[in-house]
């Protein structure tokens, strides 16, 4: 993954791009929908992958034992664009955000921008750049605030297809100073679509608004880049964004032994073009979640080179 020099010299070259965003019209998406083989029903805590002979054999079915075995909550998905099917790990399982939020609050700001045939104000792009590369919690805060919070990402997730993901209104999470936007809910099957709609040419975001926001995603901290970049082959594209929150969340308190960590992304090269949402809750320390995450990510990257 490349790496930022400082966000100074970064912001210049992203504003520049954004403004491209409203002058460009997105192509929408070519094809069929998807195709969904899901591994699991709902809530299942014995998942079982059964794929259609015909049809290419679930790159989760590898995993099914492993993550088993796993403490917490796992859900998972994945969309491989070149057989154009979607594949879920315990479809409907719905878990808090945490920071992988910020790619909505993102979507939202860009989506508004070409709404008004303008380029990415400003002064959203410089809270833009260290909310999505170094996960900063009081530029998403400052940005959420600026597209009108929580009612303004719920209307982009409409249009984007996000259909069971609830932005939180709460200004702080309950017991703790933490922003109460990570406690949106959402599925890993709207993850995958929330990334898609930055991965892949569509109606919702231009290409230019597009390609805004997957520089910031291929462009994270270190310390930050955990997670769905795990066994990827250097030299690929990977653009991603991470989330963790030190608690158990349900019934929602403050546990500093638990944590809840997600991770979504786009990975392509070398043959692959995928995006994957991993998301994990309930882990006995954020360490865990993250090798939660990493161990999907590499089976995932090896499953869809073959």
Same mark, same amino acid.
């Given at each position: 993954?490349?790496?930022?020099?400082?966000?100074?010299?970064?912001?210049?070259?992203?504003?520049?791009?954004?403004?491209?965003?409203?002058?460009?019209?997105?192509?929408?998406?070519?094809?069929?929908?998807?195709?969904?083989?899901?591994?699991?029903?709902?809530?299942?805590?014995?998942?079982?992958?059964?794929?259609?002979?015909?049809?290419?054999?679930?790159?989760?079915?590898?995993?099914?034992?492993?993550?088993?075995?796993?403490?917490?909550? @796992?859900?998972?998905?994945?969309?491989?664009?070149?057989?154009?099917?979607?594949?879920?790990?315990?479809?409907?399982?719905?878990?808090?955000?945490?920071? @992988?939020?910020?790619?909505?609050?993102?979507?939202?700001?860009?989506?508004?921008?070409?709404?008004?045939?303008?380029?990415?104000?400003?002064?959203?792009?410089?809270?833009?750049?260290?909310?999505?590369?170094?996960?900063?919690?009081?530029?998403?805060?400052?940005?959420?605030?600026?597209?009108?919070?929580?009612?303004?990402?719920?209307?982009?997730?409409?249009?984007?297809?996000?259909?069971?993901?609830?932005?939180?209104?709460?200004?702080?999470?309950?017991?703790?100073?933490?922003?109460?936007?990570?406690?949106?809910?959402?599925?890993?099957?709207?993850?995958?679509?929330?990334?898609?709609?930055?991965?892949?040419?569509?109606?919702?975001?231009?290409?230019?608004?597009?390609?805004?926001?997957?520089?910031?995603?291929?462009?994270?901290?270190?310390?930050?880049?955990?997670?769905?970049?795990?066994?990827?082959?250097?030299?690929?594209?990977?653009?991603?964004?991470?989330?963790?929150?030190?608690?158990?969340?349900?019934?929602?308190?403050?546990?500093?032994?638990?944590?809840?960590?997600?991770? @979504?992304?786009?990975?392509?090269?070398?043959?692959?073009?995928?995006?994957?949402?991993?998301?994990?809750?309930?882990?006995?320390?954020?360490?865990?979640? @993250?090798?939660?995450?990493?161990?999907?990510?590499?089976?995932?990257?090896?499953?869809?080179?073959?």
């Amino acid at each position: 993954m490349r790496r930022s020099t400082s966000w100074a010299s970064r912001l210049a070259v992203l504003c520049i791009a954004g403004l491209l965003a409203a002058g460009c019209a997105g192509s929408p998406a070519g094809g069929p929908a998807p195709t969904v083989k899901a591994d699991s029903p709902a809530h299942s805590q014995t998942p079982s992958a059964s794929p259609a002979s015909d049809s290419p054999v679930s790159p989760f079915k590898s995993l099914l034992s492993l993550l088993g075995r796993r403490q917490g909550t @796992i859900t998972a998905a994945v969309y491989d664009r070149r057989t154009n099917r979607l594949w879920v790990y315990r479809p409907g399982v719905r878990e808090y955000t945490a920071s @992988i939020v910020k790619v909505e609050i993102l979507g939202t700001a860009l989506a508004q921008a070409q709404a008004r045939n303008e380029p990415l104000p400003t002064a959203e792009a410089a809270l833009a750049v260290p909310m999505i590369e170094a996960s900063d919690n009081t530029s998403a805060t400052d940005l959420l605030a600026d597209v009108g919070g929580a009612p303004a990402v719920l209307r982009f997730d409409d249009s984007a297809g996000l259909t069971s993901t609830s932005p939180s209104a709460l200004a702080v999470i309950p017991g703790t100073d933490w922003p109460g936007w990570g406690l949106t809910t959402t599925t890993a099957r709207d993850q995958v679509m929330l990334v898609r709609r930055f991965a892949f040419p569509n109606p919702v975001l231009t290409d230019a608004s597009r390609s805004y926001g997957l520089n910031l995603m291929e462009h994270v901290a270190d310390g930050q880049n955990w997670g769905v970049s795990a066994g990827v082959a250097p030299g690929a594209t990977v653009a991603l964004k991470n989330g963790w929150i030190p608690y158990f969340p349900q019934p929602l308190r403050y546990d500093s032994t638990g944590a809840l960590v997600n991770s @979504i992304g786009w990975i392509h090269g070398h043959g692959r073009d995928y995006v994957i949402a991993v998301l994990t809750s309930n882990d006995p320390s954020e360490g865990y979640g @993250i090798d939660t995450t990493e161990l999907i990510s590499r089976q995932i990257y090896d499953e869809l080179g073959s």
